[in-house]
Nanobody, 124 residues
Framework: QVQLVDSGGRLVQAGGSLRLSCAAS????????MGWFRQAPGKQREFVAT????????SYADSVKGRFTISRDNAVNTVYLQMNRLKPQDTAVYYC?????????????????WGQGTQVTVSS
């Protein structure tokens, strides 16, 4: 079992930056690749970014590539999502998730554990 707690979401102006955190407890954090997903009102949950178990491999959705950076610190069992140059269309509830797939995954169905979500609102 892994418990995930998301935090860091808030209201921010367009063009601003925000860093989300996801703290993990339970079984060995480094045994899991991690991902961030988001869900806007009335829309399906979508992939944002993923990072491998050791942190050496990352992948991003095209919509955030070059603006968002996923990272992890296995010493403190935390994964981060640094979000720069935020746009109103980035407004959503952001969720972190853990998967046993070594390099992570684009697919939400391949994740075993989920955080509770944190709200990010970008004003224009």
């Amino acid at each position: 079992q892994v418990q995930l707690v998301d935090s860091g979401g808030r209201l921010v102006q367009a063009g601003g930056s925000l860093r989300l955190s996801c703290a993990a407890s339970g079984r060995s954090f480094s045994s899991y690749a991690m991902g961030w997903f988001r869900q806007a009102p009335g829309k399906q949950r979508e992939f944002v970014a993923t990072i491998s178990r050791g942190g050496g491999s990352t992948s991003y959705a095209d919509s955030v590539k070059g603006r968002f950076t996923i990272s992890r610190d296995n010493a403190v069992n935390t994964v981060y999502l640094q979000m720069n140059r935020l746009k109103p269309q980035d407004t959503a509830v952001y969720y972190c998730a853990a998967t046993t797939y070594y390099s992570g995954s684009y697919h939400s169905g391949e994740y075993n554990y989920w955080g509770q979500g944190t709200q990010v609102t970008v004003s224009s």
